[in-house]
């Protein structure tokens, strides 16, 4: 890490707006850039460059960047784009299934009321997803969300809870088994 970075890191951490500033000017437009080129939306890549620059400003606190400030941002976006294209995967399959289970006309529109439940296709995965993650037992939950939903490393979420590094890796593993077996019947 060059003695820049480590300079606007360390005004960070000390809740410098100025250096926050700093780092979104400097980074925004590529990391833009590079977000779309993996997401191939714009949409898409703006998320994902606003969440990645948000948890850095949210977890200044805590974040700790080892190599390069650049290395971190980049590893966090592409991170977030993989995330953002699994859970759209996930919905495509979902939504594909339905579409030859209903009658449709050409714009994809429901022709019937015969089928009630495509209604609230869109909404029903991620409604069973969040009753899943609910279900876990605490622990294994807290851990999932701060791996999953705010992108924290294994050593971090060790630290943060106060637990092994190990214990942090064993609970996401249960909760990502637990919660395919809730969702095998979603998953095809």
């Known amino acids: 890490m060059n003695l820049l ?5 360390e005004r960070l951490h000390a809740g410098d707006e100025n250096a926050f500033e700093y780092i979104f ?10 977000a779309v080129q993996i997401s191939r939306d714009e949409v898409a890549g703006e998320e994902a460059v606003e969440k990645t620059l948000i948890n850095l400003w949210e977890g200044r606190l805590t974040i ?26 996930i919905k495509e399959r979902y939504l594909l299934y339905f579409r030859y289970h209903t009658a449709t006309d050409d714009s994809g529109s429901i022709l019937s009321d015969e089928y009630p439940l495509s209604r609230v296709l869109e909404n029903e995965l991620e409604q069973v997803l969040e009753k899943a993650i609910n279900c ?14 705010d992108n924290l490393k294994n050593d971090a979420i ?12 064993t609970q996401i593993s249960r909760a990502l088994a637990r919660l395919r077996e809730e969702l095998k019947e979603y998953m095809g």
Request: charged share 20%; hydrophobic share 40%.
């Open 158 to 169: 060790a630290e943060k809870l106060n637990i092994s590094v190990n214990t942090v890796r």
């Open 5 to 9: 970075e480590k300079n606007i890191l």
């Open 25 to 34: 000017r400097t980074y925004y437009p590529v990391l833009l850039k590079y």
């Open 64 to 89: 700790h960047i080892g190599i390069s400030l650049k290395a971190y941002l980049f590893k966090s976006v592409f991170n977030h784009c993989l995330n953002s294209i699994k859970h759209w995967q």
């Open 136 to 149: 876990l037992p605490h622990q294994c939950r807290e851990v999932f969300m701060l791996s999953r939903y």
